[in-house]
């Protein structure tokens, strides 16, 4: 096999990983804003706050699946995925300004953000 046939590889395969990351935040993104307009006590006051949320959530769901094996997913790990999936998403508003959710709201919303990550496609596992 020649290098430039390798080299030629390597870089589809970063530019396919890149572009599996950018699907899963938009996804994530229309996940997150759904569940934020179905949800009473949850608000999300526009798009750029929308935005850093989406990414703050991904990082810390990323970081608790990396350092404990759990997903943050009410989905993901039964009742405990349930409950990491409502905590994360009431931390996040101390990360991001124009993100306010009360404690009811994070668990209503834990619960319509499962259901709706279940219906929209995505693939969860990109690391």
Do not use: C
């Not at 290098?3 to 590889?9: Q, T």
């Amino acid at each position: 096999m020649s290098d430039n046939h390798m080299e030629n590889s390597q870089a589809r395969n970063t530019s396919n990983t890149i572009w599996q990351i950018v699907g899963r935040m938009i996804t994530a993104g229309i996940i997150l804003a759904i569940t934020a307009f179905f949800t009473p006590g949850f608000q999300i006051s526009n798009f750029w706050a929308l935005a850093i949320a989406t990414v703050v959530l991904s990082v810390m769901d990323f970081l608790i699946s990396k350092f404990t094996g759990l997903k943050a997913s009410p989905f993901g790990k039964g009742f405990v995925g349930f409950v990491l999936s409502a905590v994360v998403l009431y931390v996040t508003q101390f990360f991001v300004a124009g993100y306010v959710i009360s404690w009811m709201a994070a668990i209503i919303g834990a619960l319509i953000y499962g259901v709706v990550d279940y219906f929209l496609p995505g693939d969860e596992q990109l690391f």
